[in-house]
């Protein structure tokens, strides 16, 4: 299977931005990069979605390099409410199956 | 108010029962979906159905079975087939089987094998 790899966890300051990198080396060719966002005990929550370059909504942005084996996802100005466990999701190029990372939890301080 | 729902929030079985977890949409969404999450760890995919009356296994599915009778609702049974069913169990559902489509999640399950 692909693996999803992204840093176990991260810390920042409120007005800062955070960058979460999500490796993944064996992307399926026609497949989106998703990221959700997780509180504690509740089901993740879509933040964005892309394919190449560069999307951006207005809760984040997200770059894709062009050999899209990597994605980043950037939160502008964090706030102690984006603390919070952050997945990526893309689909494997052997299996086509779609699998979550395991996730980066990111603790915003005051 | 719409949503997908999940009940019970919190379950507590005896070691060698059958549990139903309940998952109910009414986004009016085609394809469902039955996740688990163990501590620390991402989420991991048990069953999904793209239709009515017809549901896929995942990367997790022994242990587990499902019933799509109706488009709101996909129950998911976890055996006494399943050798450590203690996680926390997460449903969702998407507007078609595209897989690209975002996925809404319930609020979860917390099932605890005594």
């Known amino acids: 299977l692909a693996k999803t790899t992204q840093p176990i966890s991260m810390d920042s300051y409120e007005g800062q931005e955070v960058n979460i990198t999500c490796s993944h080396n064996n992307i399926a060719t026609n497949d989106y990069i998703t990221w ?3 509180f504690p005990s509740q089901g993740p929550r879509f933040i964005i979605q892309g394919y190449k370059t560069k999307v951006t909504n ?13 994605s980043t996802l950037s939160l502008p100005r964090v706030s102690l409410s984006d603390t919070a466990v952050y997945y990526c999701l893309v689909g494997d190029g052997n ?6 990372g395991t996730g980066t939890r990111l603790q915003v301080f005051p | ?9 919190y379950l507590f079985r005896k070691e060698g029962q059958n ?24 989420l991991r995919l048990i069953y999904y159905s793209q239709i009515v009356n017809d549901f896929q296994k995942g990367d997790i599915a022994e242990g587990y079975s499902v019933s799509r009778e109706k488009k709101e609702s996909f129950p998911l ?7 450590n069913p203690t ?7 998407s507007i078609d089987p595209d ?16």
């Open chain 2, 19 to 42: 549990v139903t977890l309940s998952c109910e949409q009414n986004l009016n969404h085609d394809a469902m979906y039955w996740y688990r999450q163990d501590p620390g760890q991402g």
């Open chain 1, 95 to 100: 299996t086509d199956k779609l699998i979550f």
């Open chain 1, 58 to 70: 207005e809760v984040a942005s997200l770059f894709i390099p062009a050999d899209r084996k990597s």
């Open chain 1, 36 to 38: 959700y966002q997780q």
């Open chain 2, 87 to 93: 996680a926390f169990y997460l449903c969702a559902s």
């Open chain 2, 99 to 114: 897989r690209h489509n975002e996925q809404f999640f319930g609020p979860g399950t917390r099932l605890t094998v005594l």
């Open chain 2, 1 to 9: 108010d719409g949503g997908i729902t999940q009940s019970p929030k």
């Open chain 2, 77 to 83: 049974t976890v055996t006494s087939a399943q050798k």
